[in-house]
């Protein structure tokens, strides 16, 4: 199944680039990532447009890459402009990604640079707001993209893979809202008067009964936000604690994914003991997810005879973000080859 | 090539299945094996019918498996009798395949479960007889399934990979007689007044010339049972030593292979120490022929122009094995679809 | 892509090749390499012709090979003799492949035996010639041939790749010429008055400045030769060092090769010292060489949308290298039935 190309994924976390080349693998193409002088991010095509050798192993002359094999030298647009140590300039060009920078993230396009709209970010300014602190990080995925997409938007597992953590009866019980507006899928699970799981007991130290409700944005095809509040029954919101969880689903290989986090909140944000705490609670309830979707993974590559598959009210989110994104890969499939995939390929060799 | 679905394969010893959920991989289906409170055992196919998630993950409640992903309860015959806090109980079925246990051996068909036949099952009387003792277990191997069947059907290889063992120049020297009935393969070799090899020497006490039989019987697809009879040269039979090696050959997946065993001798039962012997010369034994396998199969795999192979005498049994398989291969894949593969999904999807 | 199979390949150093059976994989069949009892070697194709075991992994009775698992006969011919026990000679063949020793080196001509052309092969003179010295070896390769022999004929990565050795700004900076004649493609590069690199300052002991040739000659498929020669600037050539480097590209699978080297030079022949320096310097400079071209490997792989490579005047050898290849290879799939890859096989199972 080919990936979602016209769309935002998070490449990196702001800290993470800089002025040493580096690759990373999104949406099936090696990109190189770096830092110009003036501090602007720049994603290329990481296959050197003379032999394919890695740009991210070349070496950076000021805002120049010169490949270490060859000496081909490329600027922060991807453009050839020059060989080291020869005097013909070949025309050369390798892609350019359009990427944002935006309250410590990178986001990338990696299909048609003229289709990127950045309007269709979503505004996370909790992860730079003064009145929240968060932890963020990376964990790498062998499973197919769709996988952790579904896992993400049917919160119900939690009930069953992660009961000594965030989970337990009251989340697969309780039944979701859902809405869809264009390429962005909502849900809402509010439980009422239930028991606070261990996490939510420790981390916050409130006595249940408690309210928890779960407000879930997945902006295909790669970003889902995840609101959370917990207050005591009976209390009205303002006293109750929030926690925003991000994460950034980018699709690396057809089977392989960058299973990005950002873990938010916005109540004693100075107690590092606490943040010591929630990182290492969210460390473990992805690992169960990430052994739970690499199992999943092998049993759907494996299945040579699939039948349809069972569904039901809670899985209603995850349905309807598949066929978001399956509607997107449609018209990306369909799409004239002026702008579809074949041009992308006579684009690249061209001077775009 | 695909492997013949209809017929008996050995899934498990009986002693493996309990009530704690297990996985094994037959016939390139993944299968979760178990035992309901009353002991009788089952077998499932290991995809949840919702989101493929291996059942033998889930927790067993009483007779039913609740999926540890999303709560999907399936009970023992496959059916999906609810899903654990959901109000709603979907229509879903998972493959629930024909089991047999006998003697010891729990035996599995992955076909179509309206041709199980147990009367196709060979009696194997001797693993539970008074008068017999046998040790068994199981070996993986990483080559396809014809390659082991093929192994056993031609046991003049004993004299070249065996010689420290099992084999000598006798096995190959002397013929076969042959003979084919329904999906049974018979062969019959008959070494008068030889040296017995170091395996029978050293296990029976006997001093040579000695007499050994070999009555071989392959019960397609995946059942060996050879009979092997010892005794002094002149002597008339039941002064012998009798033995019954049998080999559960079932294929894992396209070149994988579970290679079950279990000896069997009539005489000095409660021998432990010759019990010992013989095991740790059956696993040497197998670990020849493991070894050679797994090279023939990379020879075969990579084989990308091959040739007609050459055959002699001793390849009779092997070449009616393998002419029998193919027939039955063959009938699957030309069976109509109502009966044959594209059903298999159908039915699975449906409510059988 | 397929690789040439008329063209002669380095099999094995002469050393090497013994009485012991040995497997070797080239041009993306395994080959059994050994001796016969008067020293000549042998080449065959190491699938048995009963069951495609190694015959590599059977035992040399004399001059022939008994199959150890079920006791075929080949002689060094590829003929069945016989076979071990039995009273039977079945007729089978297996590819015996034409073999040149000389100089120390062995040579294979895996295509079809009726064109190995011996006039085609190079006159390495001076790996036995008692003015020259030289080391030799075997690296292996993961990565496709065509990459390896690119590598080779486009010295200009000598600049980027191994500065510390024998890279400076003189070998990218000065142009080629080249040659094409029949398979063989030249290129000669005379840089005048340069520095002179690490490896050879320290080697030769040559004060700056220095003139450097390099006169490259690639045999297609599979073997390249580097003249090499350095002098004090304004010094006729006789004065100066000479260094002999070959290669033996020999590709084993679709993306493995085979990277033998040779590097003999003409001065300061008993000086082991040197010998030991020049040896760990080449073993260095190949690998940067095989890191680089195994990243490079991955990058063609993985490339789903590939677009035309650019290129400029230091590429001349080596895209008139790749022509030539594309040419015999083209040639080989367009032979007619009786010459070609189909007929192989059907020659194969003959009696050529």
């Given at each position: ?5 016209n ?14 080349l ?49 000496g081909?030298?490329?600027?922060g ?10 005097t ?13 920078e935006r309250h ?14 950045e ?35 049917d919160?119900s597992?939690?009930?069953?893979l992660?009961?000594s ?17 264009d ?6 699970r ?16 409130m006595?249940?009964?408690?309210d928890r ?6 902006h ?27 994460y ?15 873990v ?13 705490f ?11 997810d ?6 999943q ?18 899985d209603?989110?995850?349905?309807r973000?598949r ?28 001077t775009?």
């Amino acid at each position: 199944m080919p990936h979602v190309q016209n769309g935002w994924y998070l490449a990196a976390w702001s800290k993470e680039i800089s002025s040493t080349l580096m690759q990373r693998w999104i949406a099936d193409q090696p990109i190189c990532l770096y830092r110009l002088a003036d501090g602007i991010p720049v994603a290329l095509e990481d296959r050197c447009p003379h032999r394919k050798y890695p740009l991210s192993l070349g070496r950076l002359d000021g805002d120049i890459i010169e490949c270490s094999y060859h000496g081909y030298r490329i600027d922060g647009g991807g453009t050839c402009v020059g060989v080291a140590e020869q005097t013909d300039t070949p025309k050369a060009q390798v892609r350019a990604f359009p990427l944002v920078e935006r309250h410590g993230v990178v986001w990338i396009w990696p299909g048609d640079p003229d289709r990127a709209d950045e309007g269709l970010l979503p505004d996370t300014w909790w992860l730079t707001d003064p009145g929240w602190t968060h932890f963020h990080g990376l964990v790498p995925l062998r499973a197919r993209h769709r996988l952790l997409v579904e896992n993400l938007l049917d919160l119900s597992h939690e009930t069953f893979l992660h009961p000594s953590s965030i989970g337990n009866a009251a989340v697969a019980a309780t039944p979701m809202t859902t809405a869809v507006q264009d390429q962005k899928v909502f849900f809402s699970r509010r439980m009422v008067g239930i028991e606070a799981p261990p996490f939510y007991a420790e981390s916050c130290g409130m006595a249940s009964p408690v309210d928890r409700w779960q407000d879930g944005e997945f902006h295909a095809p790669g970003i889902f936000i995840l609101h959370i509040r917990i207050a005591p029954t009976g209390t009205s919101e303002p006293d109750g604690f929030h926690m925003k969880i991000m994460y950034g689903m980018t699709p690396a290989t057809a089977a392989t994914t960058h299973d990005f986090y950002a873990v938010a909140r916005d109540y004693r944000a100075a107690d590092t003991a606490l943040t010591e705490f929630q990182h290492s609670q969210q460390l473990a309830v992805m690992k169960e997810d990430v052994d739970a979707l690499e199992t999943q993974e092998l049993m759907y590559a494996t299945d040579n005879v699939p039948r349809p598959e069972s569904s039901i009210g809670s899985d209603l989110a995850a349905l309807r973000a598949r066929r978001v994104l399956d509607q997107m890969i449609d018209r990306e499939a369909q799409a004239t080859p002026a702008a579809g995939r074949a041009s992308r390929a006579s684009v690249a060799a061209g001077t775009h």
